[in-house]
């Protein structure tokens, strides 16, 4: 039984001395403990030394994709013999099942071979004694350099780091272009204010003051390559009768580099919108198509690379880039935000206000799909793109029209748009309904009769007690007697609450005479003063 044990350096192949002690995988570290236990357990047979980092560099990528390498294939070749037993201890399984392949080799792997290639890196300084330690180092060291820099030429993850730093130098450059022109404008606009209304766009304005100089040059300067012939004529006329300062020969020359400063970056800046524009159509051209080469560049960077964007699900591709917003809404339980970067596409743009975060969120599902279709599928094409594209403005033309049609062919997604359509139905309000509240029945008097009395009609529960019955025939009485006295007027029934509120304003009327006789100075009884 062999072990076989890369090394930066070589590969090792160890002897088993003792397979009972191996079988024990709990206790094997204990039997490592020391170079002479290790010894009495493995022992070397062959070592294989690379020649160059050239050649571990290719062995060791070999492994990682499991493969067999030259050096391997040759050593294993003349250690298999008639006498030697078939069987080799691999820690990789897909090294062993390429070596099983090709030489008919027997490998083993499994938890007890993982646990005996840690004992072995532990001792291996003692089990290779034909390799210094300063040498093993070094090999180690330039083995690692070698294959982190193979890793990242190669890794397809990477190479959209192209589209990520050039939109970030894109952004930047922006932002250093409207502070130069910003610059520009203010400082030119002491000489001459009038420009800078007559001419908005800030490259005409730049090429303007870069051809003139001092606004006495206006007259006799050709404007014809830069401004079209009515602005040129305004511009002229404006310079004769301007209200701006005068400025010294160094002030313009001044001005003028920072005038060629903004037209070499504006020069560069589209150089790189080009460069930009081609790997996003060569690296992503469904998602370009779909929200544009800069939206698209802007998900990319944001996300960190084309197959993390692919990760997020659409809900998270939809407000990527307002997670500030985001969370500042979970936080104070308002409205979550509709849409992130994806706000500055031209399908989200062309909707109106009350649209825009339905065609957001349709859009980001479509450009999730195409995310993933451009980073895992193979012999990528934009006919995708231009499909989910056709359906959106599709779909943003129904919504602005008002027409919503069936998204798909379910009986739920039927029930769900039922609630949209008109129904003729005319629905009258009940009043009898807006109360909850218990309403007592009353029972009044016929019109003929000259009382105006109301008497409550009582419950059936109550009628059918002796007591009540009494009641309501006392009070029939007392109606039949009152309307009997012809020419009286008719007197109401009084009750105990009516009594109550007679005594009460009785009192309140005693209170306001005793006030008046008080102000105007006059002693009441009570306030004399008595003889005992």
């Avoid at 003692?126 to 982190?148: I, N, R």
């Avoid at 012809?486 to 007197?491: A, E, I, L, V, W």
């Amino acid at each position: 039984m062999f072990v076989l044990y890369e090394t930066p350096a070589g590969y090792a192949i160890f002897k088993v001395l003792d397979k009972k002690k191996i079988q024990e995988v709990d206790n094997l570290y204990l039997e490592f403990e020391t170079p002479e236990q290790a010894n009495k357990i493995v022992k070397l047979k062959h070592f294989e030394k690379f020649f160059d980092t050239t050649e571990a560099l290719s062995a060791a990528t070999a492994i990682v994709e499991g493969k067999i390498s030259k050096p391997l294939k040759k050593t294993l070749k003349k250690l298999i013999s008639d006498d030697v037993q078939n069987q080799l201890l691999v820690a990789d399984a897909k090294l062993g099942s390429a070596i099983k392949d090709k030489l008919a080799l027997q490998c083993v792997s499994n938890s007890a071979v993982q646990e005996l290639m840690r004992c072995i890196r532990s001792q291996s300084e003692s089990l290779l004694s034909g390799v210094p330690k300063k040498e093993m180092t070094a090999m180690a060291l330039g083995l690692a350099h070698s294959l982190s820099r193979y890793k990242l030429k190669f890794s397809p993850d990477k190479i959209d780091t192209m589209i990520v730093q050039a939109q970030c130098l894109l952004d930047d450059l922006d932002k250093e272009l409207n502070n130069y022109m910003m610059r520009a404008r203010e400082w030119y606009g002491w000489h001459f204010p009038e420009l800078g209304k007559i001419l908005t766009d800030n490259i005409a304005f730049v090429k303007t003051i870069k051809i003139v100089g001092t606004r006495d040059n206006m007259a006799a300067a050709d404007l014809s390559d830069v401004l079209p012939e009515e602005i040129e004529e305004k511009v002229k006329e404006a310079a004769e009768i301007s209200m701006g300062t005068e400025i010294s020969e160094e002030d313009i020359i001044n001005i003028q580099h920072l005038c060629d400063e903004i037209l070499s970056i504006n020069e560069y800046r589209t150089h790189l919108y080009d460069y930009l524009k081609t790997r996003m159509m060569a690296m992503a051209p469904n998602l370009t198509v779909l929200v544009g080469d800069t939206i698209g560049a802007r998900l990319i960077a944001h996300a960190g690379s084309l197959v993390n964007l692919a990760k997020h699900p659409s809900s998270t591709v939809q407000i990527l880039g307002a997670e500030k917003a985001l969370f500042r809404a979970l936080k104070t339980k308002k409205d979550t935000p509709k849409y992130g970067l994806i706000f500055h596409a031209s399908l989200i743009g062309s909707a109106s206000t009350k649209n825009k975060g339905k065609i957001s969120r349709s859009l980001a599902a479509k450009a999730s799909l195409a995310t993933r279709v451009d980073a895992f599928g193979e012999d990528v094409t934009m006919e995708l793109g231009t499909q989910h594209r056709a359906k959106l403005e599709l779909r943003l033309k129904m919504l602005e029209e008002g027409n919503l049609s069936k998204l798909s062919g379910t009986g739920k997604a039927k029930a769900k748009l039922e609630k949209y359509h008109a129904k003729s139905e005319v629905k009258v309000f009940k009043s009898g309904e807006d109360s909850t509240l218990p309403i007592s029945k009353k029972r009044r008097l016929s019109d003929n009769s000259d009382l105006g009395v109301e008497i409550k009609q009582e419950s059936a529960n109550e009628c059918s007690s002796g007591e009540s019955s009494k009641k309501v025939k006392k009070q029939h009485k007392s109606t039949d007697r009152a309307s009997e006295n012809d020419g009286q007027s008719p007197k109401k029934i009084k009750t105990e609450k009516d009594e109550l509120s007679d005594k009460e304003t009785h009192s309140r009327e005693k209170k306001k005479k005793k006030k008046k006789k008080r102000d105007s100075g006059v002693k009441t009884h009570e306030e004399l003063p008595q003889n005992n």
